[in-house]
């Protein structure tokens, strides 16, 4: 079948992945396997930017995000997965973009503003995170990707990208294609106290954890703060176990049986919780299952980025060759 077009995403390796990105981004990248020729990143150069001092553990870092991608239905047999610094071509894209991209351009965008602000004391700000959205235009054109896939917050990312490729043509001709958004509507997951899930809040649940620590963790969570207990009416649209009944069950009977009994208060948290829980575990446990089964088998893992990297750098040498040339850099070929 005839590929609509092809896709460049991917992760920063800080840490574990949990049930947030799988509903969020992950399932969408595997149901686009078929239709898209997919290279998927794990940017570890991107996770320097802020995280420069941390080095010691990223081997690990990669190899837990390649579980992750793996186990959630990223396929090497349909996409390209690779590791950033496995390609240096990216490297040099980044500083040949970098000369024609204007400073103020990098200074008005709005994550580095935001990372500057939430930046833990005594930690100084390198070039390389003013840089980021170089570096992420590089990542995307090297591929020649015409399609994003974006969440909305990321569009100006993306228009920044296009500025890029939009001068860099314009200076040295057609070049690169203009990557397009594709709007992608991200399911959004609380964490286990409400706010939205996020690894840096501590209130995840990842994928790597057992069927175990998610029973702990369902049964810590918060829920509706009026419904002290049993008898207490509650409210299930305020509830974020009841988002984790409505993502998991696609019962409606027992979805409305469920909000009828907790609004009446004949339904206890701690049960709405474990049935939920359960809900959970039928849903996403396989893929906890064959994560797993997958942190056993490293060797695999390793061969799976091994190869992706030399698909990848296969089609960046191409790139890089018409860079020069269309740069007037090649003068020893
Ligand atoms: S019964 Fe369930 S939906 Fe209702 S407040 Fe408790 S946990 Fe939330």
């Not at 077009?5 to 574990?16: A, Q």
């Not at 553990?57 to 690779?82: C, H, K, N, V």
């Not at 980025?305 to 990848?312: N, Q, R, S, T």
Request: glycine content about 8%.
């Amino acid at each position: 079948m005839a590929k609509k077009g092809r896709i460049l995403s991917g992760h920063r390796p800080t840490g574990l992945l949990h049930i947030g990105h799988y509903e969020g981004t992950l399932r969408n990248w595997a149901a686009m396997q078929d239709e898209y020729d997919c290279f998927f990143e794990i940017a570890d150069w991107h996770a320097l930017t802020t995280g420069y001092d941390q080095t010691a553990t990223m081997p690990e870092r990669i190899e837990q995000i390649a579980i992750d991608w793996l186990a959630s239905g990223l396929d090497p047999e349909r996409s390209t997965l690779f590791v950033q610094s496995d390609v240096p071509e990216h490297a040099e894209l980044f500083l040949l973009l970098g000369m024609v991209t204007p400073v103020s351009w990098l200074e008005r965008c709005p994550t580095y503003k935001d990372q500057i602000a939430n930046l833990s004391e005594g930690i100084s700000t390198g070039f390389g995170l003013l840089g980021y959205p170089v570096l992420q235009a590089a990542d995307i054109i090297m591929y020649k990707a015409n399609v994003v896939p974006v969440g909305e917050d990321q569009l100006p990312h993306l228009e920044l990208t296009r500025e890029i490729v939009r001068r860099f043509n314009n200076f040295f001709g057609d070049v690169f294609p203009e990557p397009d958004a594709l709007l992608a509507k991200f399911a959004l997951v609380p964490g286990t106290d409400g706010r939205k899930m996020s690894k840096s809040y501590g209130n995840d649940i990842k994928l790597a954890d057992t069927p175990d620590d998610v029973r702990k963790k369902m049964k810590s969570m918060f829920t509706d703060p009026t419904k002290l207990r049993m008898g207490d009416p509650g409210h299930p649209d305020e509830c974020p176990v009841f988002v984790y009944h409505r993502m998991y069950n696609d019962d409606e009977a027992q979805l409305e049986q469920i909000k009828t009994e907790c609004e009446a208060g004949t339904l206890g948290c701690v049960d709405c919780k474990m049935q939920a829980c359960d809900k959970l575990l039928e849903g996403v446990g396989p893929v906890m299952e064959r994560r797993a089964e997958l942190a056993e088998n490293l060797d695999y893992v390793r061969k799976v980025l091994c190869d992706g990297a030399a698909k990848a750098r296969e089609v960046a040498r191409e790139t890089m060759s018409e860079v020069r040339a269309a740069m007037h850099l090649d003068s020893t070929s």
